[in-house]
């Protein structure tokens, strides 16, 4: 019957749920690769040219074009010592034939090479294209709370 209600949807709310579908395994290839600490699986998320634009909330704090966010995921991945965890919750995605967007909550825990526990909570937007068949991240921005008191991150904060 599933299948008989998706025929019966207009052909633009069938492609917008693919679309968003596809996004979806778009960024759970990038979570994989995350936990894999594998940068070509998670850079197969993004666009392969110069025209990536990522917003960090860490320094260098802006990074243009893929090479540069490669180099950074390395430095990122390098900090942990042996596994490290990314999970992500709330994920939210809108897609309208070629171009779309998500939101999420991505979360990291591992231990850094001094030992250190690491837990961080960051939000994450991102804007894809569609480029032939595939949809790839074309712009990232990447947040933490700011307690305006003490002018610091919150790296813990929950929804």
Same mark, same amino acid.
């Given at each position: 019957m599933l299948a008989v209600a998706?025929? !019966? !949807?207009? %052909?633009?709310?069938?492609t917008a749920s693919t679309d968003e579908g596809q996004i979806r395994g778009v960024y759970e290839k990038l979570i *994989?690769?995350?936990? &894999? /600490?594998?940068?070509?699986?998670?850079?197969? &998320?993004?666009v392969a040219d110069e025209s990536l634009l990522v917003f960090d909330a860490l320094p260098l704090r802006q990074y243009v074009g893929?090479?540069?966010?490669?180099?950074?995921? #390395? #430095?990122?991945?390098?900090?942990f010592k042996g596994t490290v965890k990314c999970e992500f919750s709330e994920l939210s995605v809108v897609a309208d034939k070629m171009l779309g967007y998500s939101h999420t909550i991505f979360? $990291? *825990?591992? $231990?850094? $090479? /001094?030992? /250190?526990?690491?837990? !961080? %909570?960051?939000r994450v937007t991102d804007v894809?294209?569609?480029i032939g068949d595939t949809w790839r991240i074309v712009h990232e921005h990447i947040s933490f709370p700011v307690? !305006?008191?003490?002018? /610091?991150?919150d790296l813990s904060s929950r929804p």
């Open positions: 998706h025929c !019966l !949807l207009p %052909t633009t709310a069938r *994989s690769g995350c936990n &894999a /600490k594998d940068v070509g699986t998670i850079m197969t &998320a993004y893929a090479k540069a966010y490669r180099k950074d995921w #390395e #430095e990122f991945l390098a900090f979360h $990291t *825990s591992g $231990t850094d $090479t /001094k030992d /250190k526990p690491v837990d !961080l %909570t960051m894809y294209r569609k307690d !305006l008191d003490t002018g /610091k991150p």
